[in-house]
């Protein structure tokens, strides 16, 4: 059974040891080195300021982590997040992203959040270092691709592409208060 619990920054060793294979074996990150644990834990830390930051936990074992973070610091952007979700390699398509997202969500919804946006790293051919599934999950979780920037990040010896994802969380009303 997957729980979704609030991260707080004393899991910061255990969320760089599952973001660590991301950064040393694929280009779904465009990180060259692997952040430190006391660096990785400053980002949680100005991350938690504003946003949600959630952990999910299988048999109290920690199996994944989203969080929320500014899209743009001008303030018309208040209303949108960029969202990333990291899951343990050998945890994936156990449905923990699905449960993260669903629980991101709801706590953005209630935070008065209308966007949400996702970059996933695109090759048009899949390889070693990147698949086609995180915008194939982005897509299944209802986002909808809205820009795609070609050749923009370098790793590995390969240039790859960005795809950027939206999903709206409610109405955009004229008027709206910030």
């Given at each position: 059974?997957?729980?979704?619990?609030?991260?707080?920054?004393?899991?910061?060793?255990?969320?760089?040891?599952?973001?660590?294979?991301?950064?040393?074996?694929?280009?779904?990150?465009?990180?060259?080195?692997?952040?430190?644990?006391?660096?990785?834990?400053?980002?949680?830390?100005?991350?938690?300021?504003?946003?949600?930051?959630?952990?999910?936990?299988?048999?109290?074992?920690?199996?994944?982590?989203?969080?929320?973070?500014?899209?743009?610091?001008?303030?018309?952007?208040?209303?949108?997040?960029?969202?990333?979700?990291?899951?343990?390699?050998?945890?994936?398509?156990?449905?923990?992203?699905?449960?993260?997202?669903?629980?991101?969500?709801?706590?953005?919804?209630?935070?008065?959040?209308?966007?949400?946006?996702?970059?996933?790293?695109?090759?048009?051919?899949?390889?070693?270092?990147?698949?086609?599934?995180?915008?194939?999950?982005?897509?299944?979780?209802?986002?909808?691709?809205?820009?795609?920037?070609?050749?923009?990040?370098?790793?590995f010896?390969?240039?790859f592409?960005?795809?950027?994802?939206?999903k709206?969380?409610?109405?955009?009303?004229?008027?709206?208060?910030?």
């Amino acid at each position: 059974m997957i729980t979704i619990r609030n991260a707080t920054p004393q899991d910061a060793e255990k969320l760089v040891e599952i973001y660590a294979p991301y950064v040393e074996q694929t280009a779904i990150t465009f990180e060259y080195e692997i952040p430190s644990v006391e660096e990785f834990r400053k980002r949680m830390e100005s991350v938690l300021e504003k946003y949600p930051y959630l952990i999910a936990e299988i048999d109290d074992e920690i199996a994944g982590f989203i969080y929320a973070n500014t899209f743009k610091s001008r303030p018309a952007y208040s209303r949108t997040v960029e969202i990333s979700i990291y899951v343990k390699m050998e945890k994936r398509k156990m449905g923990i992203g699905k449960a993260l997202y669903e629980e991101m969500e709801k706590r953005l919804k209630q935070q008065g959040i209308l966007n949400m946006n996702a970059c996933t790293t695109w090759s048009d051919t899949p390889n070693q270092y990147l698949t086609h599934n995180s915008p194939e999950f982005h897509r299944h979780m209802g986002f909808q691709p809205c820009a795609h920037f070609h050749k923009c990040g370098y790793k590995f010896g390969h240039w790859f592409d960005i795809l950027w994802f939206e999903k709206m969380l409610g109405e955009h009303e004229e008027n709206h208060e910030i």
